[in-house]
């Protein structure tokens, strides 16, 4: 029998990923600041939702969104298949669990582009997730944006502009927050977001006090 240490043993085993919630108005270009991040660098997955939402003409079924039935979206919550769900402007938006913690497991940092009430039960059940917040420069520009996209009816912009207000009263409850006055700069802040996310406080509050207590 070889008495040899057995090979890797002392190696620390890989991390699991991070978890980063990731929240902002409707229309102040989430996804535009966030995807070539995600294109760009192999650790940093993006959860795909499951919504009851109609799709845009440009979305495509499982990659922008799973589009489900109210039927089927009750039984994904019923069967405790979602890591957290909200209405939103009269549809159900989700996140669907089970991709979420396989990718952790994997190591990789897994983003939820979600809204604030999904994101409050998030960093209640996931102390560990952080929490980024990308804000407009201005509300004008926020409502310019939401016009040009022309992707909602003016109802819908209303009523999406209210929900933004009420969203943005709530930022405090973030880590970070990343203002989209320009792309590049605000992309390259997002990424700092995510990487800093490791050495956020809380997080490190067991080994403190380990180390504290041999003190
Ligand atoms: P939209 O209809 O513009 O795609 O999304 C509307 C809002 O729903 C956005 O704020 C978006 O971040 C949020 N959202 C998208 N997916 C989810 C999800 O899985 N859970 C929750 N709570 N919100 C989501």
């Known amino acids: 029998m070889s008495n040899q240490p057995e090979q890797n043993a002392w ?18 270009g989430k996804g535009t ?7 760009e660098h192999r650790d940093i997955v993006m959860s795909v939702s499951a919504t009851t939402r109609a799709p845009r003409p440009e979305e495509r079924d499982g990659v922008d969104y799973h589009f489900v039935t109210r039927e089927q979206f009750e039984r994904f919550i019923a069967d405790g298949e979602m890591l957290e769900y909200a209405e939103y402007n009269g549809n ?19 983003v939820l582009e979600i809204e604030v009430k999904g994101a409050m039960q ?14 407009p420069p201005s509300y004008n520009e926020l409502r310019e944006r939401l016009i040009n996209r022309h992707t909602e ?16 009263r709530q930022f405090h409850e973030y880590d970070f927050v990343v203002i989209n006055d320009n792309l590049e700069d605000a992309r390259d802040r997002l990424l700092c977001a995510i990487r800093a996310g490791r050495l956020v406080t809380r997080f490190h509050e067991n080994l403190i006090e380990e180390v504290l207590e041999l003190c």
């Open 92 to 110: 159900y938006y989700g996140t669907p669990r089970r991709f979420v913690s396989e990718q952790l497991d994997l190591g990789r940092n897994v």
């Open 33 to 39: 600041l966030l995807r070539p991040l995600v294109a």
């Open 11 to 28: 190696r620390p085993q890989k991390p699991r990923g991070q978890l980063i919630v990731y929240s902002g108005p409707s229309g102040v």
């Open 153 to 168: 009816s003016e109802e819908q912009i209303k009523k999406r502009l209210e929900v933004a207000v009420e969203e943005i």
């Open 122 to 135: 998030v960093k209640k059940a996931c102390p560990s997730a952080v929490l980024v917040f990308v804000m």
